[in-house]
């Protein structure tokens, strides 16, 4: 193991430009640390998306309601596993939560996760399919019919005034859940932007940058989820749902990027003595990261795919296949976008030396815990848990009802184009 | 309510905000605390004098040998650093490498402006970033002032690496652990000097308590002009430099 380390690190010395402190040869946080953050993002956006229909009672977009709670639960399930298996000793990871410093931001992850986990989303999950699973107990037998007795905790309530405070519950729910959604990802970019070493990271706007990343690509993941599960459950795509939703995703992605624009002219009008050291690092080592994947594919252009669909919207009205297809360029781009916005951030952090003299590469395994393929394994872990929530708590009645609220009744009337 | 719950209701509140406030404050920096203290007992400190320093090395091979650093050059407890400035203004700095043939005397090259060698070690600042952001306090400033790791309850997630602005902290490839210079905790606490210092051949390092009034470290702040790395980041370090380049960094 050491050995491999060592040879690993010598592998990087020749590659070293100009000058790095002795001790910063080795990138102490690597591809796992990349997923969390895009992990996390994709839990809080989904959770934002699915508040839209609850509390902004945006209707159209009621077929991705449970589909995006079970994301957010799927996706949210996985996270702490990218943290504790980078750390030098995972079997001490529990030492967080047993005896936390308060003054160490990186402490309270145990506590907004457990907030969010428990206060939140298993809250809203379970009173959204309370009466759901009551129903299902009845219908299924033997084992599967106690699973579901379990899941719905027993109760056995159907009566009207038991869904009335189910209704309320979950009002009250997401209206404390955006905040927490908020909390829960704006705190992992404090993490981040905390640091005062290191300016790459220091900056007040990292927890909003963070925040609307984050509902960027959770809102492109859901989409993205809809268009391809629905086919596969023999439905068809509800397209009044999917551009009110691209809609939503379009304006995130403006302020997204208008935050990093602003934060990028901030940075270079402020030309602190950092500057040289980071542009250097811009042009050579996240040229492909930061210029081509992030921001020309995965923001430019799926900027101008959707706004082309909103220009040109009584032509793309008619085509709704080619609508589709451009919808699903867009989110399958903003995802690897947002993906290299996280490389960019953690990666790129470490690899210019805190003596602003040079820069360190950073080299990535395939094999191994920091490896390529545990961080693909990682990555694909939430989609096989989303498919057996999809299973045990199947959201079809909502997901395949085009035009329909959850109820049955009709939304929306006529839409007579997307965007409109 | 009767008046037993209500008590019990202002109570609770009271608890829960009082918490909540305390906890609040407890998240700012140590800064303000640190400062009003008035300290009796022993303050370590330490002093470089970039002048006295010929980069022979012999300190960083000490630290390792004192302090079972691994040998890979990836891991340092002190380090020096070589500065060569030259006329056109550009700035060559490496780490120099104690086992390697000695570099030729800078003086020969016309083109070089200055040179220098720089001993670069924890800081031990009174008010460490690594130390805030420890998730599980595992690594914390003593009082005398050395800022320790404890290699017991460090969960190795090394945000204390990235939190140090100094490049001072490495996570042991032994321990899996962070780790960094203690200042030899085990030989001053027995009234005997780092290692380093111990072993500097120009007295370029020295070692001392900030309270005592009369120490080689006490003579060295009072005689010559002070600098401190990165201030502006406002770590407190106390490692103290004379004739501090405006280069360095």
Redesign the interface.
């Given at each position: 193991m050491?050995q491999d380390?060592?040879r690993h690190?010598?592998e990087i010395?020749p590659q070293i430009q100009?000058?790095?402190?002795?001790?910063?040869?080795?990138i102490?946080?690597g591809m796992l640390i990349v997923v969390y953050p895009y992990i996390t993002g994709v839990v809080a956006g989904a959770f934002i998306l699915a508040s839209l229909v609850k509390v902004f009672n945006v209707k159209e977009v009621q077929p991705l309601y449970r589909l995006s709670l079970l994301t957010a639960l799927a996706y949210l399930l996985v996270a702490p596993m990218a943290l504790v298996s980078?750390?030098?000793?995972p079997g001490?990871?529990y030492?967080?939560l047993l005896?936390?410093?308060?003054?160490?931001?990186?402490?309270m992850?145990g506590f907004v996760y457990a907030w969010y986990l428990m206060a939140v989303l298993l809250l809203e999950i379970w009173f959204v399919h309370r009466t759901d699973m009551i129903a299902w107990a009845e219908e299924k037998t033997g084992v599967m019919r106690f699973v579901y007795r379990a899941l719905a905790l027993f109760s056995r309530d159907t009566s009207a005034r038991g869904v009335e405070f189910d209704h309320k519950a979950l009002k009250t729910i997401t209206i404390i859940g955006i905040p927490s959604a908020f909390l829960l990802h704006g705190y992992v970019g404090f993490?981040f932007g905390?640091?005062?070493?290191?300016p790459w990271w220091s900056s007040v706007l990292i927890p909003i940058v963070f925040l609307f990343s984050a509902i960027v690509s959770g809102i492109a993941l859901v989409i993205l989820f809809y268009m391809v599960i629905t086919p596969l459950a023999g439905g068809k795509i509800n397209m009044k749902c999917v551009d009110k939703a691209v809609d939503f995703l379009f304006y995130a992605v403006i302020v997204d990027f208008s935050l990093e624009v602003v934060e990028f002219i901030h940075r270079v009008y402020q030309s602190e003595e950092e500057i040289k050291i980071l542009s250097e690092m811009l042009m050579s080592k996240l040229f492909m990261s930061l210029i081509v994947i992030q921001v020309m594919l995965g923001m430019i252009l799926p900027l101008a795919i959707i706004s082309v669909t909103k220009i040109f919207r009584h032509r793309f009205s008619l085509n709704e296949d080619l609508r589709k297809m451009l919808y699903f360029i867009s989110v399958l781009l903003i995802q690897f976008g947002i993906f290299a916005t996280r490389w960019n951030v953690v990666i790129g952090?470490?690899m210019f030396?805190?003596?602003?003299?040079g820069l360190t590469t950073y080299k990535m395994e395939f094999g191994g815990l920091e490896g390529l393929l545990f961080a693909l394994a990682l990555l694909m872990l939430p989609v096989v848990i989303l498919a057996i929530l999809l299973k045990v708590l199947p959201p079809w009645k909502e997901m395949l009802a085009e035009g329909k609220d959850g109820d049955g009744r009709a939304v929306g009337g006529e839409l007579p184009a997307p965007g409109a | 309510m009767n008046g037993r719950r209500r008590f019990l209701r202002d109570f609770l509140a009271l608890l829960c905000s009082g918490g909540a406030i305390g906890g609040f404050l407890k998240l700012l920096p140590g800064s303000a605390h640190a400062k009003e203290t008035v300290r009796t007992g022993k303050w370590y400190g330490y002093g470089v004098s970039v002048d006295k320093c010929i980069g022979c090395g012999r300190c960083m091979e000490a630290c390792k040998a004192e302090n079972n650093v691994p040998k890979e050059p990836f891991f340092f407890r002190t380090w020096v650093e070589r500065y060569i400035i030259r006329k056109n203004g550009e700035t060559a700095v490496r780490t120099i490498d104690p086992g390697a043939e000695p570099v030729p005397e800078a003086a020969l090259d016309k083109s070089i402006l200055r040179s220098f060698f720089v001993p670069k070690l924890c800081n031990q600042c009174a008010d460490p970033p690594c130390v805030q952001v420890c998730p599980v306090g595992a690594t914390w400033r003593t009082e005398d002032g050395v800022v320790l790791v404890n290699e017991k309850t460090c969960i190795g997630c090394r945000y204390c690496i990235q939190a140090c602005p100094y490049g001072a902290r490495y996570l042991s490839p032994a321990t899996h652990t962070a780790d960094k210079c203690t200042f030899c905790y085990h030989r001053i606490s027995v009234g005997q000097l780092p290692a380093c210092v111990e072993v500097c051949p120009t007295q370029a390092r020295i070692f001392g308590d900030l309270n005592a009034a009369a120490s080689p470290l006490s003579r060295f702040l009072r005689m010559n002009k002070i600098h401190v790395l990165k201030p502006g980041l406002n770590t407190e370090p106390k490692v103290y430099y004379a004739n501090l380049d405006g280069e360095v960094r």
């Open positions: 050491n380390l060592m690190l010598a010395l100009g000058f790095i402190y002795p001790n910063e040869v080795e102490h946080w980078h750390l030098g000793h001490r990871f030492e967080i005896t936390p410093q308060t003054s160490s931001a990186m402490a992850f993490i905390s640091i005062k070493a290191n952090g470490q030396s805190k003596s602003f003299r | -």
